[in-house]
Each structure stands twice: as C-alpha cells, then as structure tokens.
C-alpha cells in the first residue's frame, strides 16, 4: 500500500513562533495533498487542498496567510503555522491522493502542534 | 452541500457483543465514495473500506461488515463478535467526485469503547 510521512510526528513551540510540518508520499507522486485539522475530540476539518505547482486552494474559514502551504515538488507538501497562538494546537493530518489507480487518498500519521 | 451524520457519540459494549455504528450522508452527486476510518488512541487513521455510489452489495472482511442502503442514504459498520482491541474511534466519510477536488467530508465520529 502507498505509504505518507509526516513529520515532526510532534511540535511544542511559543506563542508568535512559525511552525513548518511536511508531508511526504514516500511510495507514490501526489500532485494533491490535503491538509486536516483536528481539534481534541472532534472530527477532521478539511483545511486547505494542496496542489504542485500552483496556489493551494483553502476552505471557507482559514486563513490562507496564516496557514502557508507549499507543494513545491509530487512527493512533498508543507503546512507552515505562522505566528502560532495557543488555539492553533491541535492535530495536523495530510492526506494525499494517489493518481495511479482510484485517486485514494493515503493519510499520514498525523502532527501534533502544542503552542505554549 | 455534502454531510455526513453519524448520530452515535459514544458506544459501550463487553467484549464478544455485536456492535453496529450508523452513517447517514446527503450528497446530490450521483457518484460519490463512502469510506469507514478508524482512528485509535495514536491518532493515526485507518482506512476499512471504500465503497462507490453505484455498488450497494453489501461487504463482509472478518469480523467487520457494511451495509450500504442508497435508499435511506446510510453505510452502517457492524463489528461481530468485538474484541478489546476494537476500541477507537470510527468515522464515516463521504467523498465528492473527481471532478470536484475529491475532497472528503467526515462524520462526527463514534467513541467505540469495547470492555472485557
């Protein structure tokens, strides 16, 4: 099966610090990854979709210039949290989407951002 | 818009029970992919089973079965005989076609708690 990394794996950092999460196809090119947000006992958010070589499309309610996402190559997606506040912890989950066959998507472990 | 609705916040049962968690999902696309995840305590996602709108056989792979109605819009998961290590959480999900990003849009989730 095709297989995402993710990575840090876990985060601590200050408030008003950037954070920079990857995301890694390490089986398969994605030219779209998806971006989730969990927040403790709730469901996955859909963030913002990812997309190589082009501006990533976000959802209604997040704020593209606080979320960067970077998907500068088929096998690599960032999420950059900038100046992180305390409400921006929470579980991070890229997903990205596998072409070859039935446009699966493979999830990755998951990031999770405590900001102090 | 899409939804997906899993009313079952949080399930009890002894270990050996049957246990059967509900999805219920509105979509006006006539293609569309329903998915079962599972999310243990690692927060790690584990996918159980795609199905496509067109396909309404219903699915048996050990102990889990599905059962998707297209007629009452529902894709219930039954776990036969549970087992400790069943506990999780599980969430329905509902992606749009291709043609519209292939997003997914999950439920709430269902808290499974399985007791010895």
């Known amino acids: 099966g095709a297989v995402v990394s993710q990575h840090p794996s876990w985060v601590i950092c200050k408030s008003g610090t950037s954070v920079k999460i990857e995301c890694r196809s390490l089986d398969f090119q994605a030219t779209t990854m998806f971006w989730y947000r969990q927040f403790p006992k709730q469901s996955l958010m859909l963030m913002a979709t990812?997309?190589?070589?082009?501006?990533?499309?976000?959802e209604q309610g997040v704020e593209k210039d606080k979320f960067l996402i970077n998907h500068a190559s088929l096998t690599l997606s960032t999420l950059t949290v900038t100046s992180a506040h305390p409400e921006d912890s929470s579980f991070y989950i890229c997903?990205?989407?596998?072409?070859?066959?039935?446009?699966?998507?493979?999830f990755g472990p998951g990031t999770r951002l405590t900001v102090t | 818009a899409q939804k997906v609705t899993q009313a079952q916040t949080e399930i009890s049962v002894v270990e050996k029970e049957d246990v059967t968690l509900d999805c219920v999902y509105e979509t006006r696309d006539t293609t569309y992919y329903l998915f079962w995840y599972k999310q243990p305590p690692s927060g790690e996602l584990v996918f159980l089973i795609r199905?496509?709108?067109?396909?309404?056989q219903n699915e048996i792979s050990g102990r889990y079965s599905w059962n998707f109605q297209k007629s009452t819009s529902s894709f219930n998961f039954t776990i036969t005989a549970s087992q400790v290590v069943d506990s999780a959480v599980y969430f329905c999900?509902?992606?749009?076609?291709?043609?519209?990003?292939?997003?997914?849009?999950f439920g709430a989730g269902t808290i499974l708690r399985v007791k010895s």
């Open positions: 999900a509902l992606s749009e076609p291709m043609e519209y990003g292939n997003k997914l849009v």
């Open positions: 199905r496509n709108s067109f396909d309404e």
């Open positions: 997903s990205a989407r596998d072409e070859r066959g039935g446009y699966e998507q493979y």
């Open positions: 990812s997309n190589e070589g082009s501006k990533a499309t976000y």
